[in-house]
């Protein structure tokens, strides 16, 4: 099955810096999806991008499908960004997980 | 409803005792989806359905996990004879027939003690 990797594990960052998450997979996807999981543990959908740009915000996100990768740029962050950040793709219906960039945004 | 609802929203539960855990997914998504999440890991899939029917089962872990959606829409995964291994967040997500975007509920957090 596919599999996925975030990078980097870990990031810390002063409030107002920028940064940029990437998801590599490992197979031609149908779905690709970035989850921010706040403090309280509720998964919240940021993007479903399989292919292509969205911005959102301070948030945008781009996949390039034939390259197998996904980044998640986060611009002017806030304190409110921390947390954990997944990619999750798939082609097959179930959604595979990565393990996880874990976002601390210092005041 | 409004979102995928999921309940108990905490239950911790003897060793030995069976639990079972409720999803109620968003109102007309066919497809609904089990993840269990350790702490400090990624959600791992368990086991999705469409409709009723169990698509796929291969993340169930053993034969004391099992799942169920006998009319389409709500879903309960029932876990027996519970061992503290199975501590751990338990996520249902659901989607349309008309996009694989999948939406995630609150989570029941399973604590075995």
């Known amino acids: 099955g596919i599999q996925v990797e975030q990078s980097p594990p870990d990031l810390i960052l002063q409030e107002g810096a920028n940064s940029t998450l990437r998801c590599n997979f490992s197979d031609s996807v149908n779905n690709l999806q970035w989850f921010h999981q706040n403090p309280w543990g509720q998964l919240i959908n940021l993007f479903y991008i399989p292919s292509g740009t969205k911005q959102n915000g301070r948030l945008s996100a781009t996949t390039v499908a034939t390259e197998r990768y996904s980044l998640l740029y986060i611009s002017s962050s806030q304190t409110t960004d921390s947390g954990v950040y997944f990619c999750?793709?798939?082609?097959?219906?179930?959604?595979?997980f990565g393990q996880g960039t874990t976002l601390q945004v210092k005041p | 409803g409004a979102g995928v609802s999921q309940s108990p929203r905490y239950k911790v539960t003897k060793r030995g005792q069976d639990v079972a855990l409720r999803c109620d997914p968003i109102s007309g998504h066919v497809s609904l989806y089990w993840y269990r999440q350790a702490l400090g890991q990624g959600p791992e899939f368990l086991t999705y359905?469409?409709?009723?029917?169990?698509?796929?089962k291969s993340g169930l872990p053993n034969d004391r996990f099992s799942a169920e959606r006998p009319e389409g829409s709500i879903s309960t995964l029932t876990i027996q004879r519970t061992e503290q291994r199975d501590s751990a967040m338990y996520r249902c997500a659901s989607s349309s027939s008309q996009s694989t975007e999948a939406f995630f509920g609150q989570g029941t957090r399973l604590t075995v003690v």
């Open positions: 999750a793709s798939s082609n097959t219906g179930k959604l595979i």
């Open positions: 359905f469409n409709y009723e029917a169990q698509q796929d």
